[in-house]
Structures are given as C-alpha cells and as structure tokens.
C-alpha cells in the first residue's frame, strides 16, 4: 500500500511538473483570438497582420513597398507555428502564397515573444537571395 501510495504521489508530481511547463489553454487561447495580431507603419502606411488558428496554422498578410520602392504590393502566406511557452516561431516556405504584383511570397521566419497583448518578432525574409531583417511588435 505505501509503495502504491509513493508510486501516487510521484506520478502526480510528474503530471503537475509537465503541466506547469506547457502554455496554459488561456494563453493559446489570446494567440488563436478571432481577430488577427496587427504591425502598422505610420511612417508609410505599411501593415503586416498575422492570424494564428488552431496548431499549427498560421497565415500572413504584408502590405508593402515593393524591394525597389516603385510601388506598393500585398503578399499573402501559409505556414506553421509551434508554441512553446511565452516562445512563438513561425515559419512560411517560399511559395507558400501569392503577391498582387504577380510574384510569389518570398520565405520567411519569425521567432515572437507573446505578452498576451503584443507579439515582439525578430526575424527574416529572403527575396532574391538577399537577406531582409524584421523586428516587428503585432498588437
């Protein structure tokens, strides 16, 4: 009985060990919420949303400058994210969607640090071999 009991009490512990390092069903709940996550430039009216849905799906949208400046163009993506804790990393495969200017979307990366209220991603996008860094705060 107090091998049983032992045997218990360390299974539970184990359980609420496990429990306390996944992300709580709230905090997914924040990052899955039914509007997108939003980035706006005021400087130029860039906006870049990201819409999170059930694990592991994610999109993104970017309206933006074009790499030469000339005119302005949205792209559109589909990819994956895992969640770890507070640790978002979302990934988009080049050609995962379509430009309006015809081009298809470039790949990129980004690892988000989730508040609750804002996402703070760093990441990178390759177009044409060339390497475009992003730091970006989604409200």
């Excluded at 045997?7 to 539970?12: E, H, P, R, V």
């Excluded at 992300?23 to 860039?46: F, I, K, N, Q």
């Excluded at 970017?62 to 979302?90: L, P, R």
């Amino acid at each position: 009985m107090a091998k049983e009991r032992n045997f218990l009490t360390a299974g539970l512990l184990v359980f609420a060990a496990t429990a306390a390092l996944l992300p709580s069903e709230s905090m997914a709940d924040a990052l899955t919420r039914s509007s997108c996550w939003v980035y706006l430039r005021d400087s130029d009216g860039s906006k870049r949303t990201l819409c999170f849905f059930d694990a592991p799906r994610v999109t993104m949208t970017n309206y933006n400058y074009t790499v030469d400046h000339s005119s302005y163009t949205t792209c559109n993506w589909s990819g994956h994210y895992s969640q770890s804790g507070e640790k978002i990393i979302a990934t988009f495969p080049q050609n995962s969607g379509k430009c309006s200017n015809g081009a298809s979307s470039p790949e990129t990366t980004a690892v988000c640090n989730f508040s609750g209220d804002s996402l703070s991603c760093q990441g990178s996008t390759i177009i044409d071999n060339k390497t475009y860094e992003l730091d970006l705060v989604f409200k």
